[in-house]
Structure formats: C-alpha cells, structure tokens
T-cell receptor, first 114, second 111 residues
C-alpha cells in the first residue's frame, strides 16, 4: 500500500501559469480533500470530494478547480497562478469522511509562485 | 466566524507531562481531532473526541468538554521525538467534510 501519493514534490511557477497537482490513494477511500498550509497557519480546506463525480468547496476555493473521475485520483488545478498561492499543499483521504474518521495525508507539494 | 485557539509554542523536558489546550468557536460541532506534524512532514492522526471525557491512547490522551467548547491533548513521558507541531481540528458536520484546523502548537522537548 502506497497510501496517499502526491506529485510533484516541489514546483516553481510564474504568475499566470496554470498547473495540476496530482493526488492518488490506493486505500479505496471515498473521501478526499485538498488543504493548503502557510507558515504559522493551520491547514485550510480548499476543496473536497465525498466520492467519484462529487466535489464541493471548502474554506478557500478561489483560484482552484478539482474533479473526481475515479475513486483513486483527485487532482487540484491552479487556473492562473498568483504569488498568494505560494504554499504547501496536502492531499488527504479517509474511508468515508465521517466525523472522527482518520484522515491520511500525502507528503505534500511545495509550490512557489514568482 | 469560525475560530480555534491554541498556544503557539510549548516547551518541556524529556520525561515531563505537557498539556496543549484548544478552545473553539464554530458553527456546528461534531467532534475534536488532534494531529501531529513533524517539520516538513505530513500531518498524522492522533485522536478524536465526540463526547465529553478523556480518551487515552498510550502516552497520549485527549479530553473534551462540549459545554466549555474546550479540549486538550495530554502528552506523558515526553520523548525527544515528540518535538513537533500539534493541531486541533473541529468536525463541523456529521459527514466530517468540513474540518477546521487550529494554527498549531509547536512543542519543543529538550533533554
């Protein structure tokens, strides 16, 4: 079991560029989510999905898109990168997303936008 | 608005006991979770409380008082490897799809 995997580990973008952060899990989890973590801040929820074909917005969704075509994959797209999106991005999954479910986090993608 | 308050830093020595508090003010509350994050690493789940009282898992315990909107994480027999950031997180709905995290407490354990 690889758990939750994220690619790339590091990325540098120029303002205005677009890119996709990849996230995959092999635990057959229904619930997947994306967080961003900035220095001195907790994790803030960007988007989440409760199953294939179903996504919803979290606290800070602006500037990001997601889709969930399979149970395993949950990519995060930055439409037009801005310096304010410089952050560490974590993908997480849990069995059902039910309250109290343990969330398993990926290793993170460290993104810098110049 | 939604807010979770934790101390930003705590220091302790090996073998000691430390308590990290978390007070919350959120629209909707279904439970309080705790996560540990080592520098540069991914957060890992430690514990969860839905009901008032103490949950014990080895050296770590977590407590919740829903009437006081308050919880804490208790770490006993501290070890150097416990140096990390600790986050409390509130589940705001039954499905657990609206998780709000505190800003984290950095614990430094010295010998």
């Amino acid at each position: 079991n690889a758990g939750v995997t994220q690619t790339p580990k590091f990325q540098v973008l120029k303002t205005g560029q677009s890119m996709t952060l990849q996230c995959a899990q092999d635990m057959n989890h229904e619930y997947m989510s994306w967080y961003r973590q900035d220095p001195g801040m907790g994790l803030r929820l960007i988007h989440y999905s409760v199953g294939a074909g179903i996504t919803d917005q979290g606290e800070v969704p602006n500037g990001y898109n997601v889709s969930r075509s399979t149970t395993e994959d949950f990519p995060l797209r930055l439409l037009s990168a801005a310096p304010s999106q410089t952050s560490v991005y974590f993908c997480a999954s849990s069995f059902s997303g039910g309250t109290g479910d343990e969330q398993f986090f990926g290793p993170g993608t460290r993104l810098t936008v110049l | 608005g939604q807010s979770l308050e934790q101390p930003s830093e705590v220091t302790a020595v090996e073998g000691a006991i430390v308590q990290i508090n978390c007070t919350y003010q959120t629209s909707g509350f279904y439970g309080l979770s705790w996560y540990q994050q080592h520098d540069g690493g991914a957060p890992t789940f430690l514990s969860y409380n839905a009901l008032d009282g103490l949950e014990e898992t080895g050296r770590f315990s977590s407590f919740l008082s829903r009437s006081d909107s308050y919880g804490y994480l208790l770490l006993q027999e501290l070890q150097m490897k416990d140096s990390a950031s600790y986050f409390c997180a509130v589940s705001r709905n039954q499905a657990g799809t609206a998780l709000i995290f505190g800003k984290g407490t950095t614990l430094s354990v010295s010998s």
